[in-house]
């Protein structure tokens, strides 16, 4: 499919029917997915969502879901992301620039917030990838040791 096929995808603040679609997309194979749909399922954060418009039907194929946060290191409230997805089918067409767009529009121009957080692990190439692209840098590590049973043990409960 060249680029003049692909059908165009729309960034917006979601709606309640956007908010119910989110928690069909987002997997609960994470303890990140897990903790977003707790989330969206006590009706808190802001949600962007990425739909495809084709025929008068809407597809959800991406999503960000953040919060305003306090900073404890800055001590000032910040915009935290909690969950940035794009649906597969849908990636590196752009779409999770343009819900950072929304995102950081909001949270540095609407909320005049100096920060936007984001946390995600150092294997997660795309994403770091994605963020270094736009000007995050890494402001702290976040390190842990796992005791060697640790896994089995909370497996086993
Ligand atoms: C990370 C993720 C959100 C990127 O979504 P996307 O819509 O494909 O990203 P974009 O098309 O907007 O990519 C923008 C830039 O990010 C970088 N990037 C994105 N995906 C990448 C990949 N797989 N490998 C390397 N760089 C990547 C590139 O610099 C890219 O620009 P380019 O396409 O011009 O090279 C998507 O891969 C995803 O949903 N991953 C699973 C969830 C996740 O890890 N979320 C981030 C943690 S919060």
Known sequence: MTPQDETPITVRRATAEDRRAALELISPSTSRGRASLKLLRAEQGILWVAVEREEGNETLVGLLLATAQVDAEAEEVAGYIHELLVHPAFRRRGVAMELLDAAERYFLDECAFSTVLVTTSFDNDAAIRLYRSR?????????????????????AI
Do not use: I
Request: avoid cysteine.
């Open 135 to 155: 000007g995050y840098s890494l402001s702290q590590a976040r390190l842990a040791k796992r005791r060697n049973d640790a896994e089995g043990r909370s497996s």
